[in-house]
């Protein structure tokens, strides 16, 4: 089923790439600005829809986020969960305090200096972490499947450079 739904979609962009308007070939610019809107756009929808299931039908692709933010290794104090996810404390305080609400994270005070606090996730983020990461593991699975080798290393590479450009434009 995915890899139909891939080639239904690889087709798309293929015939966008090839498609011409009033005899004239589409500039490069308009198929691509499409592709990518259309790509980040696809990508929540399809995560927003694969991550609410009946065990996680409260939690949003922001909280989901934050939860792998968070990880399952050691607590993490919020000033180091924010800078991961480019957000203020402030703004991470309000989806922190909707996570402990639902129960998939705790807070703890430090020991040695209360007013740091660390976050870590309850059996519940656990889970939701690992529900999450599975779908990402299907969705990489899916892509390396349909791709060469080479066609992969490209991908890559191109993902990090657009990856790179989106961090830079975000500083300025």
Do not use: C
């Amino acid at each position: 089923m995915v890899a139909r739904k891939n080639e239904i979609m690889y087709n798309r962009y293929e015939t966008l790439m090839d498609r011409q308007v009033k005899g004239k070939a589409v500039d490069t610019y308009s198929t691509l600005n499409e592709v990518l809107v259309n790509l980040f756009r696809d990508i929540m929808d399809i995560e927003q829809k694969a991550i609410v299931t009946q065990e996680f039908q409260d939690i949003t692709n922001n909280d989901m986020h934050v939860i792998e933010a968070i990880g399952i290794g050691e607590p993490k104090n919020m000033s180091a969960i924010a800078k991961e996810l480019s957000v203020t404390v402030g703004t991470l305080t309000i989806a922190m305090n909707s996570l402990v609400k639902k129960g998939y994270v705790f807070r703890e005070r430090g020991k040695e200096d209360r007013r740091i606090v660390y976050i870590s996730l309850s059996q519940r983020g656990k889970d939701a972490y690992e529900h999450h990461a599975r779908f990402h593991k299907a969705m990489i699975d899916s892509v390396s499947e349909e791709l060469s080798p080479e066609e992969l290393k490209l991908l890559v590479v191109t993902l990090t450079k657009l990856n790179k450009w989106f961090r830079n434009w975000q500083k300025n």
